[in-house]
């Protein structure tokens, strides 16, 4: 019997092969098999199984009937849709914030908004991805929609993870903190489809910057 996905072996399986993909260890492109996972590991089958299928879920990984798993290649093209995914949940995400939003929640987004453009104008690019992260998850609160919040993060690990290696273009930083300024507004001002329109076109610059990056040479 499949061990429950709560198992402290899949659990602790999970997270070291996913900090070996977020950290190079698995290069991408590579492969390899469930046997040679579980003998790696020192686990049986079956956790190495639930492992994969729960990196799947993030992205981090293709799994291949009957062969294992691959790292997916870092190209445009896989950016692309990750980012265009991404724009449709934050558009999403944005638009029930303006509805639902409490005082207290939009104090929480302007903390974190000032805390990305403080880093932003300091060129932290490390600072700046915390900040940004902690903005988005004070939307997603406010946004009260755990389904469409759980597939956002579920396909963020990767992004960041590439994001922190590559950094961001010239002006990207000061750009997103004005982008920031705009959703955390319409969201403030209670107007559900500026919200959307203004968390999509963050996410869209977003992606173009990120593919210029990789296009440059520089993952």
Do not use: C
Request: glycine share 6%.
């Amino acid at each position: 019997m499949a061990e429950p996905l709560s198992t402290p072996a899949y659990a602790r399986l999970r997270d070291r092969l996913r900090a070996d993909i977020l950290g190079g260890a698995w290069q991408p492109g590579t492969h390899r098999t469930l046997g040679a996972l579980a003998a790696e590991h020192g686990v049986s089958m079956s956790p190495v199984r639930e492992a994969l299928l729960a990196l799947e879920g993030e992205g981090l990984v293709e799994i291949r009937q009957h062969r294992g798993a691959v790292v997916p290649v870092l190209d445009a093209r896989l950016f692309a849709d990750l980012y265009d995914l991404r724009g449709a949940l934050q558009s999403l995400l944005a638009r029930r914030a303006a509805e639902r939003a409490t005082p207290a929640q939009l104090a929480a987004m302007a903390v974190h908004e000032a805390a990305y453009a403080e880093a932003a104008a300091k060129g932290d690019a490390a600072a700046a991805l915390a900040a940004n992260e902690a903005f988005h998850d004070a939307l997603e609160a406010s946004a009260d929609n755990p389904q469409a919040t759980a597939l956002y993060k579920a396909r963020s690990a990767f992004v960041n993870a590439v994001r922190l290696r590559l950094g961001f273009g010239q002006a990207r930083m000061a750009e997103a903190a004005a982008q920031h300024r705009a959703i955390l507004a319409a969201i403030a001002a209670r107007e559900p489809e500026a919200a959307a329109a203004a968390a999509f076109a963050h996410a869209m610059a977003a992606k173009r910057d990120l593919i210029a990056r990789l296009e440059d040479g520089k993952a």
